[in-house]
């Protein structure tokens, strides 16, 4: 398995983390934060990455060590790019996120979905 891709998982699961601990700070700061919306936060945000993630670095593992990975195969240079690009997608939406979540922090827009400030 390509220590990259792993590194590179690991890494946009840490910014997801972080985007996700945002989120809560924003709903602390607007008075909206409820426990009993976290688990549901985790498990539509957090989560799904997390699954997605370990199903791309599977596959790239097994394309690697079964499909040709020894032998220089094209299959494992195939599959870390598809991990590479989805890593890459992933992280621009999520760098976006925070970078807007910081700014409602900063007392910015308050609608984090669109950027812009919610209608009086």
């Known amino acids: 398995m ?17 985007d996700w601990l945002l989120g809560v700070l924003v709903a602390v700061r607007q008075h909206k934060f409820s426990l009993q919306k976290l688990p549901g936060q985790l498990t539509a ?4 990455y997390l699954g997605g993630s370990g199903i791309l670095t599977v596959l790239q593992g097994w394309s ?6 020894a032998a220089g195969g094209s299959l494992p240079k ?4 598809v991990a590479y690009a989805a890593i890459s997608a992933y992280g621009l939406k999520v760098f976006a996120d925070i970078w807007t979540k910081l700014g409602n922090l900063a007392g910015g827009p308050t609608n ?9």
Do not use: F, R
Request: hydrophobic content about 50%; glycine content about 12%.
């Open 64 to 69: 690697q060590q079964y499909a040709g990975g």
């Open 112 to 120: 984090t979905a669109a950027g812009q400030p919610e209608p009086s």
């Open 45 to 48: 945000m957090v989560l799904p």
């Open 2 to 18: 390509s220590t990259q891709v792993v590194l590179a998982i690991l890494a946009a699961a840490g910014v997801t983390v972080v």
């Open 78 to 81: 195939i599959s870390a790019g």
